[in-house]
């Protein structure tokens, strides 16, 4: 890829980012409850008022939201209850007049009328609610405000009358009346009642409003010139909120007034500088990622989309950033490259979005410890036990370092956000996403998962179908590069599984013309018939023809590589010497007999190059032994460093010497020798 689209694609990436800061200056000093303060004495520049808490604040409002509510008489009732009463005497009259009874009423009933209107009026304007009202299912000590026209009074449930209660009031107080027939009213009076209590929600709704309003948010000012804090003087609660109030104001007033340019200029530096550094880290130890147009975009990208997902997240304000899930971008980065591309990936996006954060240090500590949790776990996607083993680790980690961090600044459990955890637990859950993401980013940027390979492993497979027909002693001879490959790539760390697939269809341009390799043949050497600059054209003919099948059969591009690399820029020695002794004194083209390469660039590449070379020198040994296969594995192995196949392969000398051993120990135990049995 060209070094002038790298440049551009890393400026964009780090001019869009830089957009997404807030354009004020960032408050210089760091602090937490509980802490001493680090820095020199700190004195008020201005002055600024002490918010209070915003949890004090609340349950201030929440205590005025429950403050006493208004209630009115409702005149309307007792005015209907009396009507009631005079149509019902009317028609109880005319009833007894016909039996002859109740003669004082018959002669006075102006007299049974104004007391029965007056009895009505005592109980309503006592307060009469009904069994279903609100009230009558609240505690009797409850205080309400009680209007009555324009006078309010406190009053307690208690001192309310309920409809259980009108019979006492008849009973106690009709017969002290002195009406001669008073039994007259007791059926006209006992029924027919409705509540007059009615809630006043108006009156209400105003008086908390005006409560709110009279709520203060400051608990008094700091002058300036003030002392605030002292230096190593530890932090108070008081001097806590006096701190966070003086940020506060700073971000609001001071900060704002400074140039937003100078800002997004410095945001953009320190973002040109960490993607910098994380360029240089895939340019020396992740050349493969660093050269390729896919997978620079690949790396690339984490730092942009999780810049933008916590600049939506902050600005969205009803969700906490610990529910972004950091912890996908290392394990769908270890499951495509290696740990170390993966931890070092996570620490470049944690850096930069450390700036958009508002949760200080704690929000830095905690994703950086997560991820590290999240490499180490190894995830493995083709073992569900293992991928929801490493969710639970991740869990753990947030969980158990969340914990630490709140009792060094609250200093008990009491007063701990418990509600982060509801956010852990979905940064957790969303992390699961991480598995459907590799089949897509697969398809995307052309990755190969363990998935792909365990698919591409399979001996059904078209391509190893037709190789088992056409070159039988090819694959063969692949299995057993395979088994060579992958022992010792699992010793020195590497992707075994990936080396042994890359060996199983390392050599399939050799179906082109199978005849022509030493492990199909059954008969006569068609190389017989050829030159030796001939015969060696056909045998490097394998490897474009083996590219152009892989092409061909849409095999992972990682995979092809490995089918370019496996010879290297090595001669076709054989050939190359008998065209030597029947050309003494021509001249001698050498890259006829070269192989194209190039040569390997990862320790898979070069280890495969070590198993195909050894494992076809050891067949040409007869009746091998120990210090035989030994020897020719030291041989094959110093004179791959002498040609300088290995200089760009990275693999140490101290790798290199694990897979020699392991080698050894292979080929020994394929290649020991038997006891022969007697006939």
């Known amino acids: 890829m060209s070094s002038v689209v790298k440049y551009l694609i890393i400026l964009g990436t780090a001019v869009f980012i830089s957009f997404l800061f807030p354009n004020n200056t960032r408050f210089k000093y760091e602090f937490d409850k509980g802490q001493n303060w680090h820095y020199e004495d700190l004195v008020a520049p201005f002055n600024f008022a002490i918010q209070k808490p915003a949890s004090v604040i609340e349950q201030e409002k929440a205590t005025v939201s429950n403050t006493i509510p208004y209630y009115f008489i409702n005149p309307d009732r007792a005015r209907q209850r009396k009507n009631i009463f005079q149509k019902n005497f009317d028609n109880q009259v005319e ?17 049974y009328i104004n007391y029965g209107r007056k009895f009505i009026d005592r109980i309503y304007q006592r307060g009469l609610i009904t069994d279903d009202h609100e009230l009558a299912k609240l505690e009797k000590d409850k205080v309400i405000m009680l209007r009555y026209g324009n006078t309010t ?10 409809t259980k209660e009108i019979d006492f009031w008849i009973t106690d107080t009709l017969f002290q009346s ?6 007259f009213l007791i059926p006209l009076l006992r029924r027919d009642y409705a509540g007059n ?18 709520i203060s948010t400051t608990y008094g000012m700091v002058r300036k010139g003030e002392l605030l804090i002292g230096k190593n003087e530890l932090i108070t609660d008081s001097i806590y909120q006096q701190l966070i109030s003086y940020r ?5 007033t001071i900060a704002t007034e400074r140039s937003a340019w100078w800002v997004y200029l410095g945001y953009l530096l320190l973002t040109l500088l960490i993607l910098g550094v994380f360029v240089m880290y895939l340019r020396f130890h992740a050349p493969r990622v660093y050269t390729y147009f896919q997978p620079f975009c690949f790396a690339m990208m984490w730092p942009l989309i999780y810049s933008y997902l916590v600049y939506i997240v902050r600005i969205n304000g009803s969700l906490s950033l610990y529910i972004v899930p950091f912890c996908i971008a290392p394990i769908v980065i270890n499951i495509f490259y290696n740990e170390r591309l993966a931890l070092f990936t996570h620490v470049v996006v944690v850096l930069i979005t450390s700036f958009l954060s508002d949760l200080g240090y704690a929000f830095t500590f905690l994703q950086l ?4 949790v999240a490499v180490l776990s190894n995830i493995m996607v083709r073992d569900w036990t293992r991928f929801f083993s490493s969710m639970a680790f991740i869990f753990l980690a947030y969980g158990i370092a969340y914990l630490g961090l709140s009792l060094i600044e609250e200093g008990g459990l009491s007063t701990i956000d418990w509600s982060v955890y ?3 637990f979905l940064n957790v859950f969303l992390t699961l996403l991480a598995y459907p993401l590799i089949p897509l980013l697969e398809r995307v940027f052309g990755f190969t998962s363990s998935i792909t390979l365990t698919e591409l492993s399979d001996m059904n497979k078209p391509l190893l179908k037709e190789m088992s027909i056409k070159a039988p002693g090819t694959l063969q001879h692949s299995l057993q590069v395979a088994n060579l490959s992958e022992a010792a790539a699992r010793k020195i760390g590497a992707n075994a599984q990936l080396v042994k697939v890359a060996a199983l269809y390392h050599d399939i341009g050799k179906m082109k013309h199978p005849e022509f390799f030493i492990e199909n043949q059954k008969g006569q050497n068609p190389h017989d018939d050829l030159k030796p600059i001939e015969s060696a054209e056909k045998i490097i003919e394998h490897i474009p023809y083996g590219v152009e099948l892989a092409q061909e059969h849409h095999l992972p591009e990682i995979l092809i590589d490995f089918i370019r690399t496996h010879h290297g820029t090595t001669r076709v020695e054989y050939f190359y010497h008998q065209h030597v002794e029947k050309n003494p004194k021509g001249i001698i083209d050498q890259k006829a007999f070269r192989y194209p390469g190039p040569r390997p660039r990862t320790k898979e590449e070069a280890i495969l190059l070590l198993a195909d070379s050894i494992e076809a020198a050891t067949k040409g040994i007869k009746d091998p032994c120990e210090s035989d296969i030994d020897n020719m594995v ?15 392969s990275q693999l140490s000398f101290r790798e290199l010497e694990v897979c020699k051993l392991e080698f050894k120990k292979l080929l020994n135990s394929i290649y020991h020798v038997r006891v022969e049995y007697p006939e």
């Open 95 to 111: 009833t007894v007049r016909e039996q002859d009874q109740f003669t004082d009423v018959f002669r006075h009933p102006e007299k």
């Open 153 to 162: 009074v406190k009053k307690t449930v208690e001192s309310l009358l309920d």
């Open 178 to 183: 002195g009406l001669p027939e008073a039994e």
């Open 197 to 214: 209590v009615e809630y006043d929600a108006a009156l209400t709704d105003r008086y908390r409003n005006e409560q709110l309003t009279n």
């Open 248 to 252: 506060d104001h700073y971000q609001q």
């Open 369 to 372: 410890l997560a991820g590290i």
């Open 422 to 424: 509801t956010w852990i």
């Open 634 to 648: 030291n041989k094959i192995v110093q004179g791959k460093i002498m040609k300088g196949q290995l200089i760009r």
